[in-house]
Every structure is written in structure tokens, then in C-alpha cells.
């Protein structure tokens, strides 16, 4: 089983940024996909960013939900099993908590998550 801790989330003002990270041990995710995930209080979590493994020849593919399109980057370091998502130009609408998982998710992997709070 994979163990996944986030980290890098706070308060910021609309227009803001925050770069938050996710450590995975206990297994390596260097095959895996990898994505971010986030939860508003009420509503389903929902994918916001996808990174594949990386292909032979070097390709990284990433997906980005519609509402982060521009704003959101993911990345990934496979040598410290680690994945990042970028957030710039933050809006209100991005407050949530935010998770990272494989996709397709791991349902006993989910960690605790990190708060993104955007004030306007």
C-alpha cells in the first residue's frame, strides 16, 4: 500500500500562488499516473490535474480540468517519489482541500490532504 502525504497548502489572496507537494512512500509510483484531487465541503472530490509515467522516450503527459486550465501545472520527480502541482493566479473557487492519489485512486491511500484557502 502506498502512504501519501501532502503539503504546501495555506491562506493566499486571489492572485495568488502556492505550490504544493505530495510525498508517496511505501511503494514506488514512478509507473503509476499520478493526480491532484480536491474537495469542496458538500461536493465530491473531484480530478483537477493528471501526470502519466513517464515513457521511454522521456514523454510526460498531463490533463488539467477545465477551471484550472492556464493557471495549474503538474509535475512530477520520480527520484524522490514525489508530485507537485503549481497554482498561480488563484481564485476563490479554488479554496479546498486538496489530495493526491495514482488515478485511477487508491481508495486506502488517501491522506489527509492540504488546505487551500483564497481569499478575495
Not at 493566499?12 to 499520478?34: E, N, P
Not at 493526480?35 to 522521456?58: C, I, K, M
Not at 497554482?87 to 479554488?94: G, Q, R, T, V
Request: aromatic share 8%.
Amino acid at each position: 500500500q502506498v502512504q501519501l502525504v501532502e503539503s504546501g497548502g495555506g491562506l493566499v489572496q486571489a492572485g495568488g500562488s502556492l505550490r504544493l507537494s505530495c510525498i508517496a512512500s511505501g511503494r514506488d509510483v514512478s509507473t503509476s499516473a499520478m493526480g491532484w484531487y480536491r474537495r469542496v465541503p458538500g461536493r465530491q472530490r473531484e480530478l483537477v490535474a493528471l501526470v502519466t509515467s513517464v515513457s521511454s522516450t522521456g514523454y510526460v503527459h498531463s490533463e488539467y480540468v477545465d477551471s484550472v486550465k492556464g493557471r495549474f501545472t503538474i509535475s512530477r520527480d520520480n527520484v524522490k517519489n514525489t508530485v507537485y502541482l503549481q497554482m498561480n493566479s488563484l481564485k476563490p473557487e479554488d479554496t479546498a482541500v486538496y489530495y493526491c492519489n495514482t488515478r485511477p485512486p487508491i481508495d486506502g491511500s488517501w491522506g489527509q490532504g492540504t488546505q487551500v484557502t483564497v481569499s478575495s
